[in-house]
């Protein structure tokens, strides 16, 4: 069964940082590369991040340098380090199996950032 529950989002000011966690089923965390995704209202749901099982990252342009992801293989948990946060980067955060999402999305965690 596939289990994605994204927290840790909220209301900043632009040039603050949040940290975002997702804490995923064993059975898709253990064997996947696992990704961060963002929607803002309007728009399609798009890339920011993604780190293999071995630890290697990348990152949306738009992210590099001021996002860090991470993950904790002992909790089956992936983490999204935001610094330097602007307007642009508001939005519902959702993690997910990368590339190949699945199908169930977890329910996203609102990030909001006042300018």
């Known amino acids: 069964q596939v289990q994605l529950v994204e927290s840790g989002g909220g209301s900043v000011q632009a040039g603050g940082s949040l940290r975002l966690s997702c804490a995923a089923s064993?059975?898709?965390?253990?064997?996947?590369?696992m990704g961060w995704y963002r929607q803002a209202p309007g728009t399609q749901r798009e890339f920011v991040a993604v780190?293999?099982?071995?630890?290697?990252?990348n990152y949306a342009d738009s992210v590099k340098g001021r996002f860090t992801i991470s993950r904790d293989n002992a909790k089956n948990t992936v983490y999204l380090q935001m610094n330097s946060l602007k307007p642009e980067d508001t939005g519902v955060y959702y993690c997910?199996?990368?590339?190949?999402?699945?199908?169930?999305w977890g329910q996203g965690t609102q990030v909001t950032v006042s300018s």
């Open positions: 997910n199996r990368h590339p190949y999402a699945y199908s169930a």
């Open positions: 064993r059975s898709i965390f253990s064997f996947n590369s």
């Open positions: 780190i293999s099982t071995a630890g290697l990252t």
